[in-house]
């Protein structure tokens, strides 16, 4: 009987097809190093706060939301190269693949050298204290600051290596490097917490330098074996191609755009309304939800590019079934976080402590907006991998208009607090959820005409 089974699963396997195959095996390795960064990232949050305190805690957070907020302007380049990547690996075109890497990182680190420098010229002109609202020393803000989006701007550019590795439906080493980023910063957060006092300055440093080396060294070993197809090289780097990577890139990046004023102007909104304070708790909240997020994020992240060669081979009975079976997934995810929501002030009982005081309201709110923001997540996944954006382009547009009046009417007019800020996000995201559901399924079955197929 045991044999039978055994015999059952492994033909099960074989009658898989084997793009659906790549993808779940790269979901089952994702899952299994992105629970070791979700674990991490849990545990940084007591250390930290008792490190530095909850105020000046919630000053970094807002840091590092401004700085990522900045940095994410990238025009388009990665997810460009994402697609265009996945297209000439599907053709078996290894040139022509290995001049998109090449190229993409020659526009990239071009677009981050001019950021690093209009940012060191610029930045000592903001008036850091008041943005932040916070009463730490201008001058140490400033070099804090500095350092930060300097050393965003490299990691954005070594970022590079990710999309290489998901254009090529290889989402879990990306996710390993990732992880290993998460260890070196817990290893030396926790040193800080035994060899130093309360240091900004030393908490910023560790937090945006392990990534950078991490990255150096995998793109180092990675390049010269397993991508050594992909290798860039200056002398392959063609700008007549970089329109090839904008045409789409560009409407990435102003998707991206919104979604940099829709995820990352929480904390600086929170911060100027109710203290930096009310940033910690409104992040212990987010950072709990956020885990059943990034947990679905993995296993959806590998059918970007899995749909992308599905459409250049003109699969379409495969696109049909895989985004059946993702959808599937988000039922499930549901019913994940209304367990969550659940048992929510017991696990922050045992994982906070006292530190921070979390309101079961926030707590709901947070859970629905993780329930619109994965059903999004599913629809822009077959959208983005068939790079049909351009009515997702138009509906970001609406959700980033909309989203911090509301952040305000919700949050500090009727009296909501962080909750209505949470509260704004999700109700932006609604029409983007309606109406990409419908192109999504359109696209899904060939019945996608007009601006649902552009």
Same mark, same amino acid.
């Given at each position: 009987?045991?044999?039978?089974?055994?015999?059952?699963? $492994?033909?099960?396997?074989?009658?898989?097809?084997? $793009?659906? $195959?790549? @993808?779940?095996?790269?979901?089952?390795?994702?899952?299994?190093?992105?629970?070791?960064?979700?674990?991490?990232?849990?545990?940084?949050?007591?250390?930290?706060?008792?490190?530095?305190?909850?105020?000046?805690?919630?000053?970094?957070?807002?840091?590092?939301?401004?700085?990522?907020?900045?940095?994410?302007?990238?025009?388009?380049?990665?997810?460009?190269?994402?697609?265009?990547l996945?297209e000439a690996?599907?053709?078996?075109?290894?040139?022509?693949?290995?001049?998109?890497?090449?190229?993409?990182?020659?526009?990239?680190?071009?677009?981050?050298?001019?950021?690093?420098?209009?940012?060191?010229v610029?930045?000592?002109?903001?008036p850091?204290?008041?943005?932040?609202?916070?009463?730490?020393?201008?001058?140490?803000?400033?070099?804090?600051?500095?350092?930060?989006?300097?050393?965003?701007?490299?990691?954005?550019?070594?970022?590079?290596?990710?999309?290489?590795?998901?254009?090529?439906?290889?989402?879990?080493?990306a996710?390993?490097?990732?992880?290993?980023?998460?260890?070196?910063?817990?290893?030396?957060?926790?040193?800080?917490?035994?060899?130093?006092?309360?240091?900004?300055?030393?908490?910023?440093?560790?937090t945006?330098?392990?990534?950078?080396?991490?990255?150096?060294?995998?793109?180092?070993?990675?390049?010269?074996?397993?991508?050594?197809?992909y $290798?860039?090289?200056?002398?392959?780097?063609?700008?007549?191609?970089?329109?090839?990577?904008?045409?789409?890139?560009?409407?990435?990046?102003?998707?991206?755009m @919104?979604?940099?004023?829709?995820?990352?102007?929480?904390?600086?909104?929170?911060?100027?309304?109710?203290?930096?304070?009310?940033?910690?708790?409104?992040n212990?909240?987010?950072?709990?939800?956020?885990?059943?997020?990034?947990?679905?994020?993995?296993?959806?992240?590998?059918y970007?590019?899995?749909?992308?060669?599905?459409?250049?081979?003109?699969?379409?009975?495969?696109?049909?079934?895989?985004?059946?079976?993702?959808?599937?997934?988000?039922?499930?995810?549901?019913?994940?976080?209304?367990?969550?929501?659940?048992?929510?002030?017991?696990?922050?009982s045992?994982?906070?402590?006292d530190?921070?005081?979390?309101?079961f309201?926030?707590?709901?709110?947070?859970?629905?907006?993780?329930?619109?923001s994965?059903?999004?997540?599913?629809?822009?996944?077959i959208?983005?991998?068939?790079?049909?954006?351009?009515?997702?382009?138009?509906?970001?547009?609406?959700a980033?208009?909309?989203?911090?009046?509301?952040?305000?009417?919700?949050?500090?007019?009727?009296?909501?607090?962080?909750s209505?800020?949470?509260? @704004?996000?999700?109700?932006?995201?609604?029409?983007?959820?309606?109406?990409?559901?419908?192109? @999504?399924?359109?696209?899904?079955?060939?019945?996608?005409?007009?601006?649902?197929?552009?």
């Open positions: 009987m045991k044999n039978a089974s055994i015999a059952a699963f $492994r033909e099960r396997i074989r009658a898989t097809h084997p $793009r659906t $195959r790549k @993808a779940h095996l790269n979901t089952l390795f994702g899952l299994a190093v992105k629970g070791g960064g979700i674990i991490i990232s849990l545990v940084l949050v007591p250390l930290t706060i008792d490190y530095l305190s909850k105020e000046t805690y919630g000053t970094w957070l807002t840091i590092s939301s401004i700085v990522t907020m900045i940095a994410l302007f990238d025009i388009g380049v990665g997810n460009g190269l994402r697609n265009k996945s690996v599907t053709k078996q075109d290894m040139t022509l693949a290995r001049v998109y890497v090449s190229t993409a990182y020659a526009i990239f680190g071009l677009l981050q050298t001019g950021f690093s420098l209009l940012f060191i610029l930045f000592s002109y903001i850091w204290q008041k943005l932040l609202n916070t009463s730490i020393d201008n001058e140490q803000l400033q070099l804090i600051i500095l350092m930060t989006a300097v050393s965003m701007a490299v990691k954005m550019l070594l970022d590079i290596l990710s999309y290489v590795l998901f254009a090529i439906q290889d989402s879990g080493l996710g390993f490097i990732n992880l290993l980023s998460n260890i070196v910063i817990l290893v030396g957060t926790y040193l800080l917490t035994k060899f130093s006092n309360a240091n900004l300055f030393y908490l910023g440093a560790v945006v330098l392990s990534p950078i080396v991490v990255l150096l060294i995998s793109g180092f070993v990675l390049y010269r074996n397993k991508l050594n197809m $290798r860039p090289s200056l002398k392959l780097a063609d700008f007549q191609y970089a329109k090839s990577l904008l045409s789409l890139g560009y409407k990435f990046f102003f998707i991206q @919104a979604v940099v004023v829709l995820f990352y102007t929480d904390n600086l909104i929170i911060t100027q309304l109710f203290g930096p304070a009310e940033v910690t708790t409104y212990v909240a987010f950072r709990y939800f956020n885990s059943i997020n990034t947990v679905f994020a993995i296993v959806i992240t590998p970007w590019s899995a749909f992308t060669e599905a459409y250049a081979k003109s699969d379409l009975n495969w696109i049909k079934q895989t985004y059946r079976y993702l959808q599937k997934l988000w039922v499930g995810l549901v019913i994940v976080v209304i367990l969550m929501i659940t048992v929510s002030k017991s696990i922050y045992i994982w906070i402590g530190r921070v005081n979390i309101s309201t926030l707590s709901v709110c947070m859970g629905i907006f993780v329930i619109i994965c059903w999004n997540s599913v629809t822009v996944t959208i983005n991998g068939l790079g049909k954006v351009k009515l997702q382009l138009y509906l970001s547009a609406i980033a208009l909309i989203n911090i009046p509301l952040s305000i009417f919700f949050g500090k007019t009727l009296g909501l607090g962080s209505g800020v949470i509260i @704004a996000t999700s109700f932006s995201l609604l029409i983007g959820s309606v109406i990409g559901g419908l192109q @999504a399924w359109k696209l899904s079955t060939g019945k996608a005409t007009g601006i649902w197929d552009k």
